[in-house]
């Protein structure tokens, strides 16, 4: 019976909605209402006569997820709470206690020390597993990836009390690890292929790559460099800003970069300033079916402005 009474109030509801976005003039005062005061009188229809709770909350960001989704395969929405989370990798840094893990058969293993962290600093090594993190067991939980980092990660000068199990010793050894800033670099790679022909991988463009390319051309350069192998296969891009930059140490005065041109935004072009470090020696830009955004942006410049081969 009471399924019945929900349902039928559901159906007027809905039949109500739909007479009020049927009439001439719907809304008050009778104002023509645009997509977004349209979209805001469902939210007050729903909040009115809705039968149950509504998480109002999620139903806003799945709808904006869902608008942006239909867009194009680039646009996309990232909630408050995982913006921190995804800037990461641009911003340069996150705060954790600096290791890479995998999760074996419900087992975590650690990967990698980063050299230099907080991890590195009391001790851990690459093959020790993670049993517990302060008191809660990770151990055979079947615990994923996204609630591992939450346990580890935390904000700078803050303890975590983990638990190990290494292999070739009998009992557990307990470290506790100050959390701190963990540096996350953009160029990966660094090396002389042949004694005039140095290599570089970028994996992102973030707020740190200029400063690392800088170092890393200095240290080529030193080595004997003229000519660069630039490495892009699989950079899914990262800030426009930096994209520029980065192709302005490429070209001499006045040349076109890029440009930028909406419906809604004047046309907007970058050019080179002639200030940049790497005018003459040859080029080969690496890319492949990963590479976006920003990478297409500095091949593209690269290729129309015949500066190398892509």
Same mark, same amino acid.
């Given at each position: 019976?009471?399924?019945?009474?929900?349902?039928?109030?559901?159906?007027?509801?809905?039949?109500?909605?739909?007479?009020?976005?049927?009439?001439?003039?719907?809304?008050?005062?009778? =104002?023509?209402?645009?997509?977004?005061?349209?979209?805001?009188?469902?939210?007050?229809?729903? =909040?009115?006569?809705?039968?149950?709770?509504?998480?109002?909350?999620?139903?806003?960001?799945?709808?904006? @997820?869902?608008?942006?989704?239909?867009?194009?395969?680039? @646009? !996309?929405?990232?909630?408050?709470?995982?913006?921190?989370?995804?800037?990461?990798?641009?911003?340069?840094?996150?705060?954790?206690? +600096?290791?890479?893990?995998?999760?074996?058969?419900?087992?975590?293993?650690?990967?990698?020390?980063?050299?230099?962290?907080?991890?590195?600093?009391?001790?851990?090594?690459?093959?020790?597993?993670?049993?517990?993190?302060?008191?809660?067991?990770?151990? %055979?939980?079947?615990?994923?990836?996204? $609630?591992?980092?939450?346990?580890?990660?935390?904000?700078?000068?803050?303890?975590?009390?983990?638990?190990?199990?290494?292999? %070739?010793?009998?009992?557990?050894?307990?470290?506790?690890?100050? =959390?701190?800033?963990?540096?996350?670099?953009?160029?990966?790679?660094?090396?002389?292929?042949?004694?005039?022909? $140095?290599?570089?991988?970028?994996?992102?463009? @973030?707020?740190?790559?200029?400063?690392?390319? !800088?170092?890393?051309?200095?240290?080529?350069?030193?080595?004997?460099?003229?000519?660069?192998?630039?490495? *892009?296969? $699989?950079?899914? +891009?990262?800030?426009?800003?930096?994209?520029?930059?980065?192709?302005?140490?490429?070209?001499?005065? &006045?040349?076109?970069?890029?440009?930028?041109?909406?419906?809604?935004?004047?046309?907007?072009?970058?050019?080179?300033?002639?200030? +940049?470090?790497?005018?003459?020696?040859?080029?080969?830009?690496?890319?492949?079916?990963? !590479?976006?955004? /920003? /990478?297409?942006?500095?091949? +593209?410049?690269?290729?129309? &402005?015949?500066? %190398? *081969?892509?």
């Amino acid at each position: 019976m009471k399924t019945g009474i929900k349902f039928s109030l559901l159906l007027i509801f809905f039949f109500t909605a739909l007479i009020s976005f049927a009439q001439p003039g719907f809304g008050e005062n009778k =104002r023509k209402y645009d997509q977004a005061d349209k979209f805001a009188e469902v939210l007050t229809l729903v =909040r009115s006569y809705y039968t149950d709770t509504v998480n109002e909350e999620k139903l806003v960001e799945d709808a904006i @997820s869902k608008a942006l989704e239909d867009l194009d395969p680039h @646009s !996309s929405y990232v909630p408050a709470k995982d913006v921190k989370r995804a800037e990461e990798g641009l911003v340069g840094n996150f705060e954790g206690i +600096g290791i890479t893990f995998q999760i074996l058969k419900d087992t975590i293993l650690v990967l990698e020390v980063i050299p230099g962290g907080p991890s590195e600093k009391v001790g851990l090594q690459a093959g020790d597993k993670i049993i517990r993190v302060n008191d809660t067991l990770l151990a %055979g939980v079947k615990i994923e990836n996204e $609630g591992v980092i939450k346990k580890l990660r935390g904000p700078k000068g803050t303890k975590v009390r983990i638990t190990m199990l290494r292999k %070739g010793e009998r009992e557990l050894i307990d470290f506790t690890i100050t =959390r701190d800033k963990i540096p996350i670099y953009s160029i990966t790679a660094s090396y002389m292929v042949t004694p005039t022909v $140095g290599y570089i991988r970028l994996e992102r463009f @973030s707020a740190t790559t200029m400063q690392e390319f !800088s170092q890393a051309t200095e240290k080529l350069r030193a080595q004997g460099m003229t000519d660069l192998i630039f490495d *892009l296969q $699989g950079n899914v +891009g990262g800030y426009l800003y930096t994209a520029v930059d980065l192709c302005n140490q490429f070209l001499g005065d &006045n040349k076109l970069i890029v440009y930028t041109q909406g419906v809604h935004a004047p046309y907007q072009p970058y050019f080179s300033n002639n200030r +940049g470090f790497f005018k003459d020696g040859k080029i080969v830009v690496m890319i492949d079916e990963g !590479s976006a955004s /920003a /990478a297409e942006i500095l091949s +593209g410049c690269i290729q129309d &402005n015949d500066r %190398g *081969l892509l």
